[in-house]
T-cell receptor, first 115, second 111 residues
Framework: DAGVIQSPRHEVTEMGQEVTLRCKPISGHNSLFWYRQTMMRGLELLIY????????DSGMPEDRFSAKMPNASFSTLKIQPSEPRDSAVYFC?????????????FGEGSRLTVL | GENVEQHPSTLSVQEGDSAVIKCTYS??????FPWYKQELGKGPQLIIDIRSNVGEKKDQRIAVTLNKTAKHFSLHITETQPEDSAVYFC??????????FGPGTRLSVLP
């Protein structure tokens, strides 16, 4: 298996632009997580899907952030409009288990820079 | 909610020495404690985990200990090698409760 696949690996954009990050989880995994990593705040959970349904989105910073999982093999995280403080590495992870009970398999991340 | 602290934030050891990283958690309902290793430019990867019904677990040069009463758990790496250099994260979780990660420890193994 290729593991969790994220795209793009790097994104540089200007403030106000829309950003879409994409994730393909490991086949057969029923849980998907979006994390944000910064030096200041570490690894923060943004949103958690189980069986394609958003279960916990309490970590989504504000209405500018939205996430979808239209099917078991694809998820997107969208930021509109983007701001410089959104600059971070965004990780997608998938798991066979539900929240907090088993191994998370992380993708290699999408490094976002908002100028 | 859960709060996970991790110490030290940076750790340098000589190759062949041992390294110990300590974490504390606040929520007594947490019952699963994984450790992740993150190499530069990569996503975190699970290296070992422990559940609350076990006090210690070992996997070759890596071991984890858990003290439920004191709410702390530790990662022990023996005979460190340069490839052990990375950032290590502890986490606490439980059924229905998403993981809370510690802030990370940057380990440098000096040749």
């Amino acid at each position: 298996d290729a593991g969790v696949i994220q795209s793009p690996r790097h994104e540089v954009t200007e403030m106000g632009q829309e950003v879409t990050l994409r994730c393909k989880p490991i086949s057969g995994h029923n849980s998907l997580f979006w994390y944000r990593q910064t030096m200041m705040r570490g690894l923060e959970l943004l949103i958690y899907f189980n069986n394609n349904v958003p279960i916990d989105d309490s970590g989504m910073p504000e209405d500018r952030f939205s996430a979808k999982m239209p099917n078991a093999s694809f998820s997107t995280l969208k930021i509109q409009p983007s701001e410089p403080r959104d600059s971070a590495v965004y990780f997608c992870a998938s798991s066979l288990s539900g929240a907090g009970t088993g191994e998370l398999f992380f993708g290699e991340g999408s490094r976002l820079t908002v100028l | 909610g859960e709060n996970v602290e991790q110490h030290p934030s940076t750790l340098s050891v000589q190759e062949g020495d041992s390294a110990v990283i300590k974490c504390t958690y606040s929520d007594s309902a947490s019952n699963y404690f994984p450790w992740y290793k993150q190499e530069l430019g990569k996503g975190p990867q699970l290296i070992i985990d422990i559940r609350s019904n076990v006090g210690e677990k070992k996997d070759q040069r890596i071991a984890v200990t858990l003290n439920k009463t004191a709410k702390h758990f530790s990662l022990h790496i023996t005979e460190t090698q340069p490839e052990d250099s990375a950032v290590y994260f502890c986490a606490a979780g439980g059924r229905g409760q998403n993981f809370v990660f510690g802030p990370g420890t940057r380990l440098s193994v000096l040749p």
